[in-house]
């Protein structure tokens, strides 16, 4: 009885070892090569929401960068001109990845991180 038991446990154990555990795919640094008006909206209302305050992207918005950042406006009056002068504080930045074909959205002041529903992004070219 003893060898039997001895014979199941190696079974179970080469059996065991021939499977093997698939974690969370890694992300990836992203890119858009193409916007949509679905797009510019999606990626605007998630910033906006974000930074809480009306943002505006152009149609260029990560395409050649994986990472954006978010300047001001700047503030001006007519009679003196420009109001907010230079920022000293660091831009808001804003980063896109790709975790297996989902395109992910994160901001990394607050850690969020948003799966895009209208946005498809490409891996980003490394350069070698």
């Known amino acids: 009885m003893k060898i039997y038991q001895s014979i199941l446990t190696i079974l179970g154990i080469v059996a065991l070892s021939g ?6 795919a890694s992300p990836v640094d992203a890119i858009i090569l193409s916007h949509t008006q679905e797009s510019i909206q ?19 918005a990560f395409a050649k960068s994986n990472r954006i950042a978010i300047e001001p406006s700047t503030n001006t009056d007519i009679r003196f001109g420009v ?12 980063e896109l990845t790709m975790v297996g074909e989902l395109c992910q959205l994160s901001y990394a002041d607050s850690g ?17």
Do not use: R
């Open 19 to 24: 499977c093997k555990t698939t974690g969370a």
């Open 83 to 94: 109001i907010d002068g230079k920022q000293i504080e660091k831009p808001p930045i804003f």
């Open 42 to 60: 999606e990626l605007t209302k998630i910033i906006s929401s974000a930074l809480n305050k009306p943002v505006t992207l152009t149609q260029h």
């Open 112 to 128: 969020e991180t948003w799966t895009l529903k209208s946005t498809k992004c490409v891996p980003k070219p490394t350069k070698e």
